[in-house]
């Protein structure tokens, strides 16, 4: 009945310890989150993952305007972080945690100074949101920026093959 | 509308009847929807049917493929400056 997709899943050796690794993934969101990763209408200044489970996941502007993306929901320093992607058919954070993506990190100590750090990113489907596809369709708002930007993808996905 | 899609391929008219808007107004959108090739049509006998595309969908999980390669290269390469003695 429904379109599932499979997750997206990736992992990467880190020469770090697995302490060190969680908090440079937390902590030090902002030294490393692609800058371009934001669906906000100014530059990102900072990206923020709150640290404790219901925390907000969200990118600030130059003006402190706060664009919410996410939310953590499960914190379990240094080994494992569950936290949501959640952008609805606005192409804008919605709250509901059924239209929510979920992205689970895990931390494995290889060794004093090597972790693995293993990324599952996974239930793209619930972020096709009927409700607001409906709505948006009544009201005539709301798509061009989403398929703006599905089409971009689209168009980066083929040309690159 | 992607909604049903998600559920079955519907026939154009069949599409129309779920929404309070014009044809005409159904079939923009879904000729958007097509452009954006989140979904695709087909033709038997003389309707029109609309399907979810597959790959519309997909672009989405591809983009986050590519996205999480390089967000965790660039993780690494934090995590590691930060070993070294680069942050505090």
Request: with cysteine; net charge neutral; glycine share 8%.
């Amino acid at each position: 009945m429904n379109v599932t997709e499979a997750p997206v899943k990736k992992s990467i050796a880190v020469k770090a310890s697995v302490e060190d690794a969680f908090k440079v993934f937390t902590e030090g969101f902002d030294t490393w989150w692609p800058r371009a990763h934001h669906i906000g209408k100014q530059p990102l200044v900072k990206a923020v993952i709150e640290t404790h489970a219901g925390g907000r996941c969200f990118g600030r502007e130059a003006d402190g305007t706060e664009c919410d993306w996410g939310r953590v929901l499960s914190w379990e320093p240094p080994t494992r972080i569950l936290f949501t992607w959640q952008i609805n058919g606005h192409w804008q954070f919605d709250p509901d945690p059924a239209h929510a993506s979920e992205i689970e990190v895990r931390f494995h100590a290889d060794g004093p100074a090597q972790t693995t750090v293993e990324v599952e990113h996974r239930y793209f489907e619930r972020l096709v949101d009927g409700e607001n596809v409906h709505g948006a369709i009544r009201s005539g708002g709301g798509w061009p920026a989403l398929l703006d930007s599905y089409a971009r993808m689209v168009k980066d996905q083929s040309s690159t093959g | 509308m992607l909604e049903y899609l998600i559920a079955r391929p519907h026939p154009v008219g069949e599409l129309a009847d779920h929404f309070d808007v014009s044809r005409p107004a159904i079939s923009k959108h879904l000729r958007i929807l097509k452009h954006a090739n989140l979904v695709r049509e087909r033709r038997e006998g003389r309707n029109r049917i609309y399907e979810l595309n597959p790959a519309g969908i997909e672009a989405l999980r591809a983009y986050f493929d590519r996205f999480w390669t390089d967000a965790l290269a660039a993780f690494k390469r934090a995590a590691e400056h930060k070993n070294h003695g680069g942050l505090t």
